[in-house]
């Protein structure tokens, strides 16, 4: 599968951004999907996860209450809708397709993810 995720920009502190991820293939349906972050110069980080079916999330702490994961099977798309920014949310997004259907203790892992898109940028101007 193909990940193309779109979306980032440069949005002032407390205001929100719509990150939408696109999939190709015929098995985007069977497979939880994650948003995660990188800044520069650290490690890639989960940002959120949501099962094959859309009724399972998991979120990191840092995000909880202010992003929602979503996703659309028909569509093939996946979607984070991220409100009340901070600088500290300034990053590269990256959407992955997990290995596995159901979320899990593994699901916050970076290496359960198999596939990758490009990453969008976003800026979170103080």
């Known amino acids: 599968v193909q990940l193309q995720a779109c979306g980032g920009g440069l949005v002032q502190a407390g205001g929100f951004l719509r990150l939408s991820c696109a999939a190709s293939g015929r098995t985007f349906s069977n497979y939880a999907m994650g948003w995660f972050r990188q800044a520069p110069g650290e490690e890639r980080l989960f940002v959120a996860a949501i099962s094959w079916s859309g009724g399972g999330t998991v979120y990191a702490d840092s995000v909880k209450g202010r992003f929602t994961i979503s996703r659309d099977n028909a569509k093939k798309t996946v979607d984070l809708q991220m409100t009340t920014l901070k600088s500290e949310d300034t990053a590269v997004y990256y959407c992955?397709?997990?290995?596995?259907?159901?979320?899990?203790?593994?699901?916050?892992?970076?290496?359960?993810?198999?596939?990758w898109g490009q990453g969008t940028q976003v800026t979170v101007s103080s």
């Open positions: 992955a397709r997990s290995s596995t259907s159901a979320l899990d203790y593994d699901s916050k892992s970076a290496a359960l993810y198999l596939s």
